[in-house]
């Protein structure tokens, strides 16, 4: 089974080779095989109105040879073993990024009709002034008004062609009872750079895309656990680190699913965020936050339209996935009384099998490990537990969290402190910026501790608690 060719790039040279030498090339080949659909187009629109050509197939106009092409787009190609009709459909999609203009002929008129042709297919963009080829403008370009071959050519817009399932193309579902040939043949921006620069930009938060990137100025050492959940950390960094090797050297990858799944479990503060953060930036990776309770919709359907758009984009990166407030959708499963809560229970299926086809790492954090059914907790392959730091530990987290530019007053004594306040670490840097401030608007280096105490009630305010 062919992987997709976002990682293979990820995993070898070819991206460095093609920004450093032979970005020309990329270009010059991209330009053959565009003049190559260009040609096509004419001769398929010469045969369908019955004009003068030399060719009686767009089949017999060869393809440029690509066999030795040193370039990303080459490359690309090459690695899918595309067919004329595969390639052809591939440019179609990506003319309106790079020759706009070469589609333009699709817009000509039915004289007898006084509106466009049905069978080019098409639409006008928001914004874009040219021609949006969908599934049946590749029909008609291929097989022309021949039904057979129409039909024979199905097989290219299936969900387990490679266009599909490697996310090249984005084929959305059709409105209620519309032809499915009527969707655009629409290629994602990472598609498109991968081709065009042999690499993918980092996805950007936005309304399509609500996950943001998880970055940190600390450093593992800051990270204070209890010696257990640093024990179960232990297997999770050994997947992370040595992955490709189980799979691929030890040839394991027939045998277990790729990527890994962990959940992340303990009241608020207590490190779990931070501590995907510090995976992400120990092993070099980009970790993106998405907080389910913003992704979940009200709209049937909307769900999994919001998570489909994360999962695609983030596919073609090596990104550790943080799904935080995992509660919102992996809570007990409502019992199916009405159409809604049915569909409450296809969102959470829809995102397992998502999450289970994620080659990367999944983490999933909640305050509650109660709170998630129990079918779910048997997908993962590690459940870590970050519970409220004792008193030895708050200690450390006190001690560390003070700027060495402040001195601690002469009552401030942290071991005290510490071992008084059950707090997480989180509301302990809360009460250290509260305790800092106050000092800085005295005019002073000074840490007072009122001004501890005052923060510590503030912080117990918040969980209802009182000091």
């Known amino acids: 089974m062919v992987r997709p060719f976002y990682q293979v790039i990820m995993q070898s040279q070819i991206a460095t080779e093609q920004q450093t030498q032979f970005q020309p090339s990329n270009a010059q080949q991209l330009e053959r095989d565009l003049l190559w659909l260009e040609q096509v187009i004419h001769v398929r629109m ?28 080459a490359h690309f190609i ?10 052809l459909i591939f440019l179609l999609a990506l003319a309106p ?18 509106r ?55 084929l959305e579902n059709p409105p209620h ?24 930009k980092r996805p950007q938060f936005s309304k399509e895309f609500p996950a943001r990137i998880l970055q940190t100025a600390l450093a593992w050492d800051h990270l204070i656990l209890s010696p257990q959940t640093q024990e179960q950390l232990k297997e999770l960094q050994a997947w992370v680190q040595h992955e490709k090797e189980l799979m691929n050297d030890w040839d394991l990858a027939h045998a277990i699913k790729p990527g890994y799944k962990s959940l992340f479990y303990g009241p608020p503060g207590t490190g779990k965020t931070l501590t995907a953060t510090l995976l992400g930036k120990k092993f070099q990776k980009d970790v993106y936050r998405i907080d389910l309770s913003t992704v979940i919709s009200k709209y049937i359907g909307e769900t999994e339209k919001n998570l489909e758009n994360i999962f ?11 799904f935080d407030e995992a509660d919102a959708l992996f809570g007990k499963r409502t019992s199916v009384n009405e159409a809604h809560d049915r569909y409450a229970n296809q969102e ?24 998630i059914d129990e079918a779910f907790l048997r997908r993962f392959q590690s459940i870590v537990h970050f519970p409220m730091p004792d008193s030895q530990e708050r200690y450390k987290l006190w001690e560390q969290a003070f700027s060495s530019k402040f001195k601690l007053g002469e009552k401030v004594d942290l071991q005290e402190i510490a071992s008084q306040n059950k707090l997480a670490g989180g509301s302990i840097i809360n009460v250290v910026r509260y305790a800092s401030l106050m000092a800085i608007s005295r005019q002073s280096d000074t840490i007072l501790l009122k001004d501890i105490l005052t923060g510590i009630r503030r912080e117990l305010q ?6």
Do not use: C, W
């Not at 090459?78 to 390639?87: G, P, S």
């Open 78 to 87: 090459r690695h899918y073993e595309m067919n004329v009709a595969e390639r």
């Open 97 to 114: 990024h790079l020759k706009p203009q070469l589609l333009d002929v699709f817009f000509q008129a039915n004289e007898t009709l006084r």
């Open 177 to 200: 009872l519309e032809p499915r040939n009527a969707v655009p043949l629409t290629l994602s921006y990472e598609v498109i750079d991968m081709v065009l620069h042999g690499q993918v």
């Open 312 to 322: 695609v984009r983030i596919s073609y990166t090596d990104a550790i996935l943080f």
């Open 348 to 371: 959470v299926s829809y995102l397992l099998q998502r999450i289970e086809e994620y080659s990367g790492l999944v983490i999933l954090a909640s305050n509650f490990k109660s709170n």
């Open 46 to 73: 010469a045969l369908y109105f019955g004009q003068e050509t030399e060719r009686t197939s767009i089949f017999e106009l060869p393809p440029p040879d690509l066999q030795e092409g040193s370039s990303i787009y």
């Open 462 to 467: 918040k969980e209802g608690k009182t000091s």
């Open 116 to 170: 466009g042709f049905t069978e080019f297919g098409g639409i006008k963009g928001q914004l874009h002034a040219g021609f949006i080829p969908t599934i049946e403008t590749a029909m008609f370009l291929l097989g022309g008004d021949e039904l057979a071959v129409r039909v024979q050519l199905e097989y290219l817009f299936e969900r387990d062609h490679f266009f599909t399932s490697h996310n090249i193309l984005r």
